[in-house]
T-cell receptor, first 116, second 114 residues
């Protein structure tokens, strides 16, 4: 099982639609979780962290299920500007303590195209 | 946006030549990272630095070396470039490397090794 798995898409949805992305991770000791957004030929940027109780930021809702090792991102009322690739990122402690104690593992990303 | 500058933005080189990519930050962040991004793979960590002259390997460090002589600069060197090192390289920074900390990425360097 790969460390962080995402459906690669593409997801083609009309404006105003609701779309959900899923992500699974293999390391049960993972501690922190994030969604990053990457526009075409641009750098990744943090969209939101994912908290155990679930969290919302405007039209975006992130959820975490530690028992199933599953993370989700829900986008409501999709806009054209939401078109991008969404990266699921999992943070895990390294096997040793001290400097550089955390490592990030990136999923391959899910591509979203919002169509007029 | 965080002050991170990568240079060059694009480079074409030949197999066997040395290549150095530069990352410069103006945020005074302690941690700096080099990632590569390839189709069919997530971003993969090459090397990172947790302070001046303090560096460590990531998951794909073979064929790469790094140096950090100043807080603001982190250099990635390909001693003898190979075609498998054709990729987009991203530099990233974080303030303290702590859990839940946000990474800021540079704009990337597209490297082609012919």
């Amino acid at each position: 099982r790969k460390e962080v798995e995402q459906d690669p898409g593409p997801f083609n949805v009309p404006e105003g639609a609701t779309v959900a992305f899923n992500c699974t991770y293999s390391n049960s000791a993972s501690q922190s979780f994030f969604w990053y957004r990457q526009d075409c030929r641009k750098e990744p940027k943090l969209l939101m962290s994912v908290y155990s109780s679930g969290n919302e930021d405007g039209r975006f809702t992130a959820q975490l299920n530690r028992a199933s090792q599953y993370i989700s991102l829900l986008i409501r009322d999709s806009k054209l500007s939401d078109s991008a690739t969404y990266l699921c990122v999992v943070q895990t402690s390294r096997s040793y303590s001290g400097a550089g104690s955390y490592q990030l593992t990136f999923g391959k990303g899910t591509k979203l195209s919002v169509i007029p | 946006d965080a002050g991170i500058t990568q240079s060059p933005r694009h480079k074409v080189t030949e197999t066997g030549t040395p290549v150095t990519l530069r990352c410069h930050q103006t945020e005074n962040h302690r941690y700096m990272y080099w990632y590569r991004q390839d189709p069919g793979h997530g971003l993969r960590l090459i090397h990172y630095s947790y302070g001046v002259k303090d560096t460590d390997k990531g998951e794909v460090s073979d064929g790469y070396s790094v140096s950090r002589s100043k807080t603001e600069d982190f250099l990635l060197t390909l001693e003898s470039a190979t075609s498998s090192q054709t990729s987009v390289y991203f530099c990233a920074i974080s303030r303290t490397g702590a859990a839940n900390e946000k990474l800021f990425f540079g704009s990337g360097t597209q490297l082609s090794v012919l």
